[in-house]
């Protein structure tokens, strides 16, 4: 493969720059699809142009470049030009490189955004090339998801040569699949995905790789679904004193807990390891539900292992599970990256002299070996990638695997995607449980949010205030919450004001943690690593910052940390931008407390692009297909899937070696997100 350095105008630091997109070679770059196009296939007359559109126009230079600096650091550049139909001026803002550029008579296509000035049409800022060698004008454009530093110019031009450089493709979909599915062509596809002929072509691209994507996916889970099948393993012997572990908690189980419960113990009857999702709201009480399924394993003498996403969760778990095993003789450990004498724990564990291990992806080193591992628990699994979740079960032979999550996705959706895992869901909360009260407000608000805010605070209560952290501008984002800290500070000085986010050393964190706990601070502004944690009862009310930017699992998510104590809980959204889909994703947030509803509109109203990615689901990243959108494709992409695993289970003809490398690389170890 080629490396992405080969292109022409890609050198070492814009390499890296691609590299943060996860782009490394020029195939890497040919997956990486654009959002959308513009169409500057069509030009228009300078007299037909209005205020507000973009446009291209095809017009020869009437005057030169007039250079007009209007204060420090604004100088405007401008200069006219006409076509048969009328004259226009075109302007730019401190960009002297045009200066020279533009002879009297020349032709040229420019494409930009006409504006008023003084009543008058400009177009400012436009893009151009000289007509006869145009490379980006003329033509359907596209439009990548990009973010700082690297251009839309720079990757359309590296398009346009990976285009030329990779050769014909090799197709790996096999022709009759291809001609029974209507699926278009690989090379005709690659082309017209970035840069098509027409509209039409560009759908027919699209279809091709939805399909493409699902296809994949769909065979690798069915081929993991048909290993599992395969494996077996002695059931336990004793089921029945999960009721002793029962009796001893110190609240009755909800009526869903004890039918999960039950589901886990008919699991561990069968000859073969169980491999089953829980998923429960927010709050629903799963922990209490892997301690069973724990206590059940341990007392058929195997040892059993939690793997959850982060330290304080670790932590968290550690001390909870104590407390339900104390008197039991249980023996159980913390392993995280900050646990001391680690050889020394390695050798009690692969010793069987721990029973329990609780740990972060510390469990799944390397240097950790189980002497009888019989159970692995994963905790919010949709922190973790699919990988992962395989490495603690690859720590046993053959165990039963439970994975939790809190982000559910609707039931027809994951008996697909999780074709390889049985389901339980429990869907009834402890009682007593007050629903959250949300709101979406406006900064026109903010005044009488923070005198609320303080009012909570005289009496005695704690608030969380969340600011959002995407990864690509993590550097301005946690600048964002240290601002939002001091402000705070100022705003309430009488009060404590504490920060935490996910670039603090572990150590750092748990201070900051237990300093809330203690409350020694009233207001903890932090970022979502706050997510999955700690239960602070006193800590009833929730601001999130920005609250747009996040997919509406995480707000659910997020709000779960508030109204774990008896007063009634708030959160307090502030959206800014009023579009449709914001103003519908709020609105859901503020009527709706049900994880699963809330879940399902996060799906329904994902917004272009990954923004709000799948990855809060736990599925695998889908770099074009929506799977609400595309629900009927991934329906055929299953068939189609049935159809090749039946001739070929384990896709070794020759003529799909191609799409078994593809379902291989679905597997490849990826990089935990946190
Ligand atoms: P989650 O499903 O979000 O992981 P947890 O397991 O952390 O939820 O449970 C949330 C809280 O509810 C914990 O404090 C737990 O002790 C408590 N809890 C769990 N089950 C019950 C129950 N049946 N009755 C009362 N409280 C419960
Ligand atoms: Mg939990």
């Known amino acids: 493969m080629l490396d992405i350095r080969y292109l022409k105008g890609v050198g070492e630091a814009r390499a890296k720059l691609f590299a943060k997109k996860n782009i490394k070679t020029v195939e890497d770059l040919l997956y990486f699809f654009p959002r959308g196009h513009e169409d500057r296939s069509k030009t228009k007359q300078i007299c037909a142009c209005e205020i507000g559109e973009t446009v291209c126009i095809d017009a020869t230079v009437f005057s030169p470049v007039k250079e007009t600096r209007i204060r420090k650091n604004m100088t405007i550049y401008s200069m006219i030009i006409s076509d048969e139909t009328g004259g226009m001026t075109v302007v730019w803002y401190n960009n002297k490189y045009v200066k020279g550029q533009f002879k009297t008579g020349d032709e040229y296509i420019f494409y930009g955004k006409i504006q008023a000035s003084r009543q008058k049409r400009e177009l400012v800022n436009p893009i151009y090339e000289k007509r006869g060698r145009q490379r980006f004008t003329g033509k359907i454009v596209p439009v990548y998801p990009l973010t700082e530093n690297l251009t839309q110019r720079m990757v359309q031009g590296a398009m346009e040569q990976a285009l030329e450089v990779a050769g014909p493709l090799e197709e790996y979909i096999p ?19 970035h840069f098509p002929a027409d509209f039409n072509s560009y759908e027919i691209a699209r279809r091709r790789f939805v399909f493409e994507e699902l296809l994949i996916l769909q065979l690798a889970l069915s081929m993991r679904k048909a290993d ?239 600011c959002p952290l995407i990864e690509e501008t ?133 917004g272009p692009g990954d923004f709000f990615g799948t990855r809060q689901h736990g599925l695998p990243d889908l770099k074009i297909a929506n799977l609400f959108a595309d629900m009927d494709m991934l329906k055929l992409a299953q068939e189609a899937a049935r159809e090749l695993l039946e001739t070929d289970p384990a896709l070794q003809q020759p003529a799909n070696a191609g799409l078994r490398k593809r379902v291989q690389q679905v597997f490849q170890p990826e990089i935990a997100m946190n």
Do not use: W
């Not at 905790?379 to 982000?407: C, I, W, Y």
């Not at 602070?536 to 999130?544: F, G, K, Q, W």
């Not at 931008?577 to 947030?589: A, I, S, W």
């Open 175 to 193: 022709k009759d699949i291809r001609e029974r599915y209507n699926i278009a062509e690989l090379n005709f596809a690659m082309r017209n995905i």
């Open 474 to 606: 993590e550097k301005s984002d946690l600048q964002n919450a240290v601002q939002i800290k001091e402000q705070l500070q100022r705003v309430f000085p009488g009060y404590s004001v504490g920060l935490l986010h996910g670039k603090m050393k572990a150590k750092e964190k748990d201070a900051v943690m237990e300093a809330f706990i203690a409350h020694q601070i009233d207001i903890l502004v932090s970022t979502t690593v706050i997510e999955v944690g700690v239960n602070v009862p006193n800590s009833n009310m929730m601001i999130i910052e920005n609250a747009e930017r996040f997919g509406l699992s995480q707000l659910h998510q997020l709000r779960g940390r508030v109204g774990r104590g008896h007063d009634q809980a708030y959160c307090i959204l502030f959206a800014h931008g009023n579009n449709d889909v914001t103003k519908k994703r709020m609105e859901t947030m503020c009527m709706s407390n049900d994880g699963f509803y809330i879940s399902e509109q996060d799906l329904r109203l994902r």
């Open 228 to 466: 599992i099948h395969q494996k077996t393993r002695a059931p336990y012997t004793d089921t029945a004193c999960v009721q002793e572990f029962i009796e001893k908690l110190p609240f009755a189980l909800t009526g869903a807990q004890e039918r999960v419960i039950d589901e886990l113990c008919a699991d561990f009857q069968k000859s073969r390891p169980m491999n089953r999702l829980v998923q429960g709201d927010v709050g629903s009480g799963k922990t209490v539900v892997a301690a069973a399924a724990m206590y059940v394993t341990v007392k058929n003498g195997f040892q059993a292992a939690i793997m959850a996403p982060t330290e304080i969760l670790a932590n968290q778990h550690y001390e909870t599970f104590s407390a339900f095993f104390a008197g039991t003789g249980l023996r159980i450990c913390l392993l995280t990256g900050s646990t001391k004498k680690k050889k020394e724990l390695y050798g009690q564990i692969a010793a069987g002299e721990m029973d329990l291990i609780v740990g972060t992806h510390a469990l799944i080193q390397k240097d950790v070996a189980y002497k009888n591992l019989g159970l692995a628990v994963t905790d919010e699994q949709h922190r973790f990638g699919v990988s992962q979740r395989a490495g603690l079960a690859g720590k046993g032979d053959n165990p039963n695997v439970l994975v939790m999550t809190a982000t559910p996705i609707p039931r027809t959706l994951a008996i697909i995607l999780y074709g390889d895992l049985d389901i339980s869901i429990i869907d009834e909360l402890p009682p007593g449980r007050k629903p959250v009260a949300t709101y979406a407000v406006g900064e026109n608000m903010r005044k009488r949010i923070y005198a609320f805010l303080e009012k909570h605070l005289r009496e005695g209560m704690q608030s969380y205030v969340i």
